[in-house]
């Protein structure tokens, strides 16, 4: 296409999305959380006290092999349990944001992915992405309007 204004604005007219891939955020379901079942592995240390509230309020453990955990357990370490993203300035006059529940990993990374300035941090992420079509355009990359021309 030759203008930006016929592009899909869900691919931004690239006819791919980028998703963080469950697989690959917990390719090993015979460890536990605790043993590190979760990847990035920094993202453990930086939530572990939140995720231990999760298990806590929710009744399962994180020493439990993933493939052991529910649906519903697993559904809620990878998706959260819903809240709210609070947007703040800080004394030094810097946006934070905080979440009110549990976010989720791959909320989270996706998050993440999207607001950091560090490019370390973005190809670390891109790790555990994969891309697959469109949903909005099937990979076509225009607008439905531009398509039914």
């Known amino acids: 296409?030759?203008?930006?204004?016929?592009?899909?604005?869900?691919?931004?007219?690239?006819?791919?999305?980028?998703?963080?891939?469950?697989?690959l955020v917990i390719p090993n379901k015979e460890l536990s959380v605790a043993q590190g079942a979760i990847h990035p592995g920094w993202w453990l240390s930086w939530h572990i006290n939140e995720l231990e509230m999760l298990a806590r309020r929710y009744g399962f453990s994180l020493h439990t092999p993933v493939k052991e955990l529910s649906e519903r357990?697993?559904?809620?370490?990878?998706?959260?349990e819903g809240g709210e993203l609070v947007r703040y300035r800080n004394r030094y006059g810097r946006v934070r944001q905080h979440f009110t529940g549990y976010?989720?990993?791959?909320?989270?990374?996706?998050?993440?992915?999207?607001?950091?300035?560090?490019?370390?941090?973005?190809?670390?992420?891109?790790?555990?992405?994969?891309?697959?079509?469109c949903p909005v355009c099937q990979g076509k990359r225009l607008k439905p309007e531009s398509l039914a021309v």
């Open 1 to 23: 296409f030759n203008s930006p204004h016929g592009a899909c604005s869900a691919c931004s007219g690239l006819g791919v999305k980028s998703e963080i891939d469950p697989e």
């Open 103 to 133: 976010e989720g990993v791959i909320p989270y990374l996706e998050r993440l992915s999207q607001d950091t300035l560090s490019e370390r941090t973005r190809v670390e992420i891109e790790r555990y992405m994969v891309s697959t079509p």
């Open 73 to 80: 357990h697993i559904k809620l370490i990878l998706y959260g």
